[in-house]
T-cell receptor, first 112, second 117 residues
Framework: KNQVEQSPQSLIILEGKNCTLQCNYTVSPFSNLRWYKQDTGRGPVSLTIMTFSENTKSNGRYTATLDADTKQSSLHITASQLSDSASYICVVNGGGYQKVTFGTGTKLQVIP | GAGVSQSPRYKVTKRGQDVALRCDPISGHVSLYWYRQALGQGPEFLTYFNYEAQQDKSGLPNDRFSAERPEGSISTLTIQRTEQRDSAMYRC???????????????FGPGTRLTVL
């Protein structure tokens, strides 16, 4: 069964600190992996997209890494801001009919 | 143009009633997806369409749930004989097409918050 597991489930960090969120998946075949940010009450918004051949991709203070061999991805947030408080969801696309598998998300809270 | 829209934004209904949730995808987007999201959880896949064809409905919980997209654009998710456990946020997303990493990025609508009393 295709699964996407994220850790930690929740995280509290001080403003200005860095953090790293983890995503492990068992989806096969693999097409691409995305990280989404979802603010409370809003729909998910894409942060990064990576294919099999890409190891890292940055979007401002967000840097995602992908190890397709171990089927692991991480999202690193640098110099966190209060506005980074949200749920971060890892989504893996198995290709073919564009079916995607969502992780349950990591809830990040940045405190002053 | 405009993003994905959904209506109604909020729906409160009594147990046993039928509800219809509407999704209007981004114009020209081939694929349309329905998800259900419980509070504090990630979206749970329900079903998706390419044009008007329902490609996968394996995520629909039971036969009270159905979806259609008759003209390959607007889609309706129908829940018959609603139960309290159906209460959730129902989200719709659309993507331009499959194949490329950019083309199959999903754009999400604001969701319909369904509450079954």
């Amino acid at each position: 069964k295709n699964q996407v597991e994220q850790s930690p489930q929740s995280l509290i960090i001080l403003e200005g600190k860095n953090c790293t969120l983890q995503c492990n998946y068992t989806v096969s075949p693999f097409s691409n992996l995305r990280w989404y940010k979802q603010d409370t009450g809003r729909g998910p918004v894409s942060l990064t997209i990576m294919t099999f051949s890409e190891n890292t991709k940055s979007n401002g203070r967000y840097t995602a890494t992908l190890d397709a061999d171990t089927k692991q991805s991480s999202l690193h947030i640098t110099a966190s801001q209060l506005s980074d408080s949200a749920s971060y969801i890892c989504v893996v696309n198995g290709g073919g009919y564009q079916k995607v598998t969502f992780g349950t998300g990591t809830k990040l809270q940045v405190i002053p | 143009g405009a993003g994905v829209s959904q209506s109604p934004r909020y729906k409160v209904t009594k147990r046993g009633q039928d509800v219809a949730l509407r999704c209007d995808p981004i114009s020209g987007h081939v694929s349309l997806y329905w998800y259900r999201q419980a509070l504090g959880q990630g979206p749970e896949f329900l079903t998706y369409f390419n044009y008007e064809a329902q490609q996968d409905k394996s995520g629909l919980p039971n036969d009270r749930f159905s979806a259609e997209r008759p003209e390959g654009s607007i889609s309706t998710l129908t829940i018959q004989r609603t139960e309290q456990r159906d209460s959730a946020m129902y989200r719709c997303a659309s993507s331009l097409a499959g194949g490329g990493t950019t083309n199959n990025e999903q754009f999400f609508g604001p969701g319909t918050r369904l509450t079954v009393l």
